[in-house]
């Protein structure tokens, strides 16, 4: 998981080692006492953490991490310094009620109580056992909904099985007490996705409160509008493309001019339709789509980021499959190099959502049939045809099938491998006319990629032994050849029906596995 390191708490930190530190110049002594805080010199019984959460039972499941803080704190008040709550506490507090700027709708357990602590601090000036731990208790409410999201397990039964790392709030806390410095570092390794989205979030939020947009009416008698053409719908279509920023003015204009085509290429490019004028009635129930809608989506795709290892953005190279955006990416030293269409499983062999390293290319590859589709497609068709085999250049081996190499291959010319248990890869395909469609789940779980040769010579740039032509003779003469990469590069598929590109544009995209849904009942149904 990623470090606690997002700006809003590096802003509350700060503010408070500042108040800190002023306080320290004017007591000498205070360097006795690092991990205090300056706070009151008072202990309390351990037995009182066991009795406060018999009181508090909404609070249970922070038990064991507030217990595991005050053992290192030789259970003294922390939150408390001479003149009452300190001003962490009061951050903290602020923060838990902005829960919804990170894209959370929960209940804040004994919110009636801690507003009344928070709300009068003159009557919360002398240390209490209920306040200083139910202060504790909200910091791990906090980091836990804000940088952990739900369970491993919960997102593993929505079919993620990307790593997580689980990062221990009490040390991080207990680090920043005792190393102030630790605040000045950059945000290095912190997934940058959630704060972009939290940006956008915060912008549509704005057009909700605007009234949104209204829906536009759908002809059923026209087939498509184009350059040109001129229709009540057009005008509908100029103003919803300005509330979203896809068109910089609304001229009102009901004529599809060249002014809106600009507008429907951008709004294109962002739902991740093919790059062409024609408005077609998908494209405007596209359009329609409620604010609500989209803000929803973008809080989903909020929580998936918490889900992804902050490990990710440490390769020097990468290669990300965004399943509902039909869309390759090769990163190296973090930045998008190669991008490359491509078709994932279709609903009923959906490709899974997990990562591995790529250890090898291979170059005019055998097709070994997997045991499904043998019994399902292939067997069925040597009954009804005993020249199947020969017709489609295949041959039994060792008790199963497999294709021959060759440009006719089910595999294309090439396939790139990191083995794993779901027996999921990326190749090449002779079926090239299907990364001409919008949507592109077709295959039977592996991911066939638009631009193989290109991916290659990206991924055997640095091996003086190769260079792009001998990748292309390679791929079209000779056996099936094996190449090892020196290397291993990361491979992560992900799921992702909202995303902030590097120009701080939203892209939404069709949710291809109907996972959106699920993911919002459990985060949002109250």
């Known amino acids: 998981m990623r470090k606690l390191c997002s700006p809003i708490l590096i802003i509350a930190f700060t503010i408070l080692l500042t108040i800190v530190s002023c306080k320290k110049k004017n007591n000498p002594d205070s360097s006795k006492n690092q991990t205090s805080l300056n706070t009151v010199e008072i202990a309390f019984d351990s037995t009182q953490l066991t009795t406060f959460f018999e009181k508090y039972p909404k609070l249970k499941n922070y038990q064991a991490d507030v217990e595991k803080l005050y053992r290192k704190h030789q259970f003294h008040y922390i939150w408390?310094?001479?003149?009452?709550?300190?001003?962490?506490?009061?951050?903290?507090?602020?923060?838990?009620?902005?829960?919804?700027?990170?894209?959370?709708?929960?209940?804040?357990?004994?919110?009636?109580?801690?507003d009344d602590i928070y709300d009068n601090p003159e009557d919360n000036q002398k240390a209490s056992i209920d306040t200083e731990l139910l202060s504790s208790a909200l910091y791990f409410f906090y980091t836990k909904k804000v940088y952990d999201g739900i369970s491993t397990q919960k997102s593993k039964d929505l079919g993620w099985f990307l790593p997580r790392k689980r990062q221990s709030?009490?040390?991080?806390?207990?680090?920043?007490?005792?190393?102030?410095?630790?605040?000045?570092?950059?945000?290095?390794?912190?997934?940058?996705?959630?704060?972009?989205?939290?940006?956008v979030l915060q912008e549509y939020r704005k057009i909700e409160k605007k009234g949104g947009w209204?829906?536009?009416?759908?002809?059923?008698?026209?087939?498509?509008?184009?350059?040109?053409?001129?229709?009540?719908?057009?005008?509908?279509?100029r103003t919803r493309l300005f509330i979203t920023d896809d068109l910089s003015r609304d001229s009102k204009s009901a004529v599809y001019d060249a002014e809106l085509a600009k507008g429907i290429l951008k709004f294109k490019k962002r739902s991740?339709?093919?790059?062409?004028?024609?408005?077609?009635?998908?494209?405007?129930?596209?359009?329609?789509?409620?604010?609500?809608?989209r803000i929803k989506t973008i809080m989903v795709n909020m929580e998936r980021c918490r889900w992804i290892s902050n490990d990710i953005t440490k390769s020097k190279e990468l290669i990300v499959v965004n399943i509902p955006a039909y869309e390759l990416t090769f990163f190296r030293d973090g930045k998008p190099e190669l991008r490359s269409k491509v078709v994932v499983g279709k609903a009923m062999h959906k490709t899974v959502i997990f990562s591995a390293p790529m250890k090898y290319i291979v170059f005019?590859?055998?097709?070994?049939?997997?045991?499904?589709?043998?019994?399902?497609?292939?067997?069925?068709?040597?009954?009804?045809?005993?020249?199947?085999?020969?017709?489609?250049?295949?041959?039994?081996?060792?008790?199963?099938?497999?294709?021959?190499p060759g440009p006719e291959n089910s595999l294309g010319l090439v396939k790139f491998l990191f083995p794993n248990s779901n027996a999921?890869?990326?190749?090449?395909?002779?079926?090239?006319?299907?990364?001409?469609?919008?949507?592109?789940?077709?295959?039977?779980?592996?991911?066939?990629?638009?631009?193989?040769?290109?991916?290659?010579?990206?991924?055997?740039?640095?091996?003086?032994?190769?260079?792009?032509?001998?990748?292309?003779?390679?791929?079209?003469?000779?056996?099936?050849?094996?190449?090892?990469?020196?290397?291993?590069?990361?491979?992560?598929?992900?799921?992702?029906?909202?995303?902030?590109?590097?120009?701080?544009?939203?892209?939404?995209?069709?949710?291809?596995?109907?996972?959106?849904?699920?993911?919002?009942?459990?985060?949002?149904?109250?």
């Open 214 to 237: 209204k829906a536009i009416a759908i002809d059923t008698t026209v087939k498509s509008y184009k350059p040109g053409d001129s229709a009540a719908a057009i005008a509908q279509i």
């Open 272 to 293: 991740g339709n093919l790059l062409n004028k024609t408005i077609l009635p998908e494209h405007i129930k596209y359009m329609n789509v409620s604010v609500a809608e």
């Open 80 to 114: 408390f310094d001479k003149d009452g709550l300190n001003e962490f506490a009061g951050l903290l507090y602020n923060k838990v009620n902005n829960l919804s700027q990170e894209g959370i709708e929960t209940e804040i357990p004994y919110k009636e109580k801690l």
């Open 424 to 526: 999921i890869y990326l190749h090449d395909t002779p079926s090239k006319s299907l990364f001409g469609k919008e949507d592109r789940a077709f295959s039977h779980g592996c991911i066939r990629v638009a631009k193989p040769k290109e991916l290659a010579a990206m991924i055997m740039k640095n091996d003086k032994k190769w260079n792009p032509e001998k990748i292309e003779t390679a791929m079209n003469s000779g056996e099936e050849y094996w190449y090892t990469l020196k290397n291993k590069i990361p491979v992560y598929i992900g799921y992702f029906t909202a995303w902030v590109d590097a120009d701080g544009v939203i892209h939404f995209y069709e949710d291809v596995y109907k996972r959106d849904e699920t993911l919002a009942t459990l985060l949002f149904d109250k």
């Open 364 to 404: 005019r590859p055998y097709w070994n049939v997997p045991t499904s589709i043998l019994k399902k497609e292939i067997l069925p068709a040597i009954e009804k045809n005993p020249n199947y085999l020969a017709e489609h250049n295949m041959e039994w081996k060792d008790s199963n099938v497999r294709q021959r």
């Open 169 to 199: 709030y009490v040390n991080y806390l207990d680090s920043l007490l005792i190393n102030p410095s630790l605040i000045n570092k950059e945000e290095k390794g912190v997934l940058k996705q959630y704060y972009l989205l939290k940006d």
